[in-house]
C-alpha cells in the first residue's frame, strides 16, 4: 500500500516561478525523503529530512515537515525548465525497514 | 565511479518465458531493493534484501523470485506466473538501517530495465 499521497498530482508553471508539492502521509516515521525522476529514468535522491526535523534546505530546494499533521511540502524555488520531471515522496516509518513512495507530482516548468 | 548498473536497458518476453534482469551495485551497499512501476504511477515494492544471503517479499512478490549471494549483486527473475509483467523495473541500494538511528542516507536507483511481454 502507498503511504505518501502527494498533492498536486500534476502541476505547471512558468520558469522562474516557485513550484510547491506536498506529500501526506499515515503512520509514524522515521525519516521523509525527497526523489526526482526525469521520463524513462531511474530516481535521483534529494533531500533527507528526519522526524525531529521541521525544515531543510539545499541550494534552491526547501522542506518541511510537520509530524502532527503527517505532511510535508518540497518548495523548488525560481524553478527552471530543467526542473521539469515527476517529484516523489518516500517514508521509512518508525518500525520499519524500507521506503514506501507515493505516487508522485509531475512539474512542468515552461521556458 | 561508484554506482548502481542495471541491465538490459530494454527486455522482451515472450508468453510464458521466465527473464532475468540484472542489478549490479559497486557502493558497497548492504540493503539492496526492486521496485515495479506502471506508468504514471508510484513504485511498489517487489523483493529486497538487507543482507547477502537474505531477502524479504515486498508488496508484490507473487510472480517474482530473487537471490541475493554476493553483496554487490540481486538479480531479479520475473516468472511466467507473472500474469501482467509489461512494467518500469528499478533497482536501488542503500547503506541499509544503522542501529536505532535508522536511514541516514537515501537510496540509489540503477537507470531501469523496461519489460515489455510480446
Known amino acids: 500500500s502507498q503511504q505518501g499521497e502527494e498533492d498536486p498530482q500534476a502541476l505547471s508553471i512558468q520558469e522562474g516561478e516557485n513550484a510547491t508539492m506536498n506529500c501526506s502521509y499515515k503512520t509514524s516515521i522515521n525519516n521523509l525523503q525527497w526523489y526526482r525522476q526525469n521520463s524513462g529514468r531511474g530516481l535521483v535522491h534529494l533531500i533527507l529530512i528526519r522526524s525531529n526535523e521541521r525544515e531543510k534546505h539545499s541550494g534552491r530546494l526547501r522542506v518541511t515537515l510537520d509530524t502532527s499533521k503527517k505532511s510535508s511540502s518540497l518548495l523548488i524555488t525560481a524553478s527552471r525548465a530543467a526542473d521539469t520531471a515527476s517529484y516523489f515522496c518516500a517514508t521509512l516509518e518508525t518500525s520499519g525497514s524500507r521506503l514506501t513512495f507515493g505516487e508522485g507530482t509531475q512539474l512542468t516548468v515552461n521556458p | 565511479d561508484g554506482g548502481i548498473t542495471q541491465s538490459p536497458k530494454y527486455l522482451f518476453r515472450k508468453e510464458g518465458q521466465n527473464v532475468t534482469l540484472s542489478c549490479e551495485q559497486n557502493l558497497n551497499h548492504d540493503a539492496m531493493y526492486w521496485y515495479r512501476q506502471d506508468p504514471g504511477q508510484g513504485l511498489r515494492l517487489i523483493y529486497y534484501s538487507q543482507i547477502v544471503n537474505d531477502f524479504q517479499k515486498g508488496d508484490i512478490a507473487e510472480g517474482y523470485s530473487v537471490s541475493r549471494e554476493k553483496k554487490e549483486s540481486f538479480p531479479l527473475t520475473v516468472t511466467s506466473a507473472q500474469k501482467n509483467p509489461t512494467a518500469f523495473y528499478l533497482c536501488?541500494?542503500?547503506?541499509?538501517?544503522?542501529?536505532?538511528?535508522?536511514?541516514?542516507?537515501?537510496?540509489?536507483f540503477g537507470s531501469g530495465t523496461r519489460l515489455t511481454v510480446v
Open positions: 536501488a541500494s542503500s547503506m541499509g538501517l544503522l542501529g536505532t538511528g535508522g536511514m541516514v542516507s537515501g537510496y540509489t
